[in-house]
């Protein structure tokens, strides 16, 4: 499960935060409104024939520490090949005894100091009984997260404008392992991986830049979780980030009123609530080393969550063709990369 915080400990949480001084960060966002650009980060590159070979090996039997979930990684892996991976594999305990972990690390340009975080957790919830091959927890959010990869590598490599504010930015996917409890969803059975990795870069140096952690190379922690049914509607969790998922809503609004999403889902996806309790999920070993987190997880969760009909057959391709149209405009919005221009265009 993905426990819900009580809310009082929600507003410890909270105190905890401003009595640190966390500031709101300075970022500055894109707005790209150009039909050609428009038009190519939407319609030109949306195939879903090719996103459906992508997700079909993601959608397994893949629990932590069996040979489905190293199957999965290899094949995470073997869309990355133009990034700089890294593995981070390590034993804990479990209700079941000590089981290996890995999480996977992409980092697009690891020479750049600040890095905004994709994340999703690859591994499927351990059911004694019947085969759950958990499609939108989170089969689709990795697939959609190496599906942006693979359609933004050429405008990910020419970059902004050389005078833009985003220059120093580069993109880092978390691909986590051991999200899920064996049993039941406790302190020390669930987020294995996000609480492993968070430890260990609350420390570690970031290769960029040694006088910063690899924790405060992060800029923000965008956390993709339980999307792809048709019911997948997405609130904003945190106020510390709302200027990201405002761009969101934003941009779901204009690419539906110009005609850019598939007409087929009537959304919204991002509907502009704000949800007032907090969900706990791979983010909060990061929260709680004080990252700006951007939670897009369905809420409520979808009706198939953690039902063996979680599968295949219960996915909305219309929904996640349009999530991930609006995603690669956001993307681009946050990273400042020119659709405009021809160079990536042309086939
Ligand atoms: C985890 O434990 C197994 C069994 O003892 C061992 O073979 C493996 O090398 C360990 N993995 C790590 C990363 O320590
Ligand atoms: C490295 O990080 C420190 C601390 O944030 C910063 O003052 C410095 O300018 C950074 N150096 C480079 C080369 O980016
Ligand atoms: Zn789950």
Redesign the pocket.
């Known amino acids: 499960m993905k426990a819900f915080i009580p809310f009082d400990l929600l507003f410890l949480l909270c105190l905890a935060t401003s009595a640190l001084g966390i500031e709101n960060k300075k970022r500055s966002l894109r707005w790209i409104t150009k039909d050609a650009a428009l038009s190519y980060l939407t319609r030109d590159m949306s195939n879903l024939e090719e996103f459906k070979a992508l997700l079909r090996p993601l959608v397994v039997e893949r629990v932590s520490g069996t040979a489905g979930n190293k199957a999965v990684q290899e094949h995470i892996k073997s869309y990355l090949s133009n990034w700089h991976v890294e593995t981070d594999t390590f034993n804990d305990t479990t209700p079941y005894g000590v089981k290996e972990f890995t999480n996977i690390i992409a980092t697009f340009d690891p020479s750049k ?1 600040t890095k905004i975080v994709l994340a999703c957790h690859f591994d499927s919830k351990y059911f004694p009984r019947g085969k759950f091959v958990a499609a939108s927890d989170s089969a689709v959010p990795c697939g959609v997260l190496l599906e942006t990869a693979r359609q933004l590598q050429c405008l990910l490599e020419k970059g902004p404008k050389e005078k833009s504010s985003a220059s120093d930015l580069t993109l880092q996917l978390l691909f986590l392992d051991g999200e899920e409890a064996f049993k039941d969803w406790t302190a020390t059975d669930s987020i294995y991986g996000s609480r492993h990795l968070a430890k260990r870069w609350a420390a570690e140096p970031d290769p960029a ?1 040694s ?2 952690t690899r924790i405060k190379s992060i800029r923000e922690f965008i956390l993709l979780d339980l999307i792809g049914t048709s019911d997948t509607t997405i609130p904003q969790h945190f106020t510390s980030t709302s200027e990201l998922y405002e761009n969101l809503v934003k941009a779901e609004n204009y690419l539906r009123s110009k005609g850019y999403l598939t007409g087929k889902h009537l959304g919204p996806v991002f509907n502009g609530q704000k949800s007032w309790g907090g969900i706990e999920d791979d983010h909060m070993p990061f929260l709680n080393q004080g990252v700006d987190v951007v939670h897009l997880i369905s809420s409520p969760f979808p009706s198939v969550w953690h039902q063996l009909t979680d599968d295949w057959d219960h996915l909305d391709f219309n929904l996640i063709d349009d999530f991930s149209r609006i995603f690669r405009l956001f993307i681009s919005n946050l990273l400042h990369l020119q659709p405009e221009s021809r160079g990536c265009r042309k086939k």
């Open positions: 100091s830049n006088s910063l």
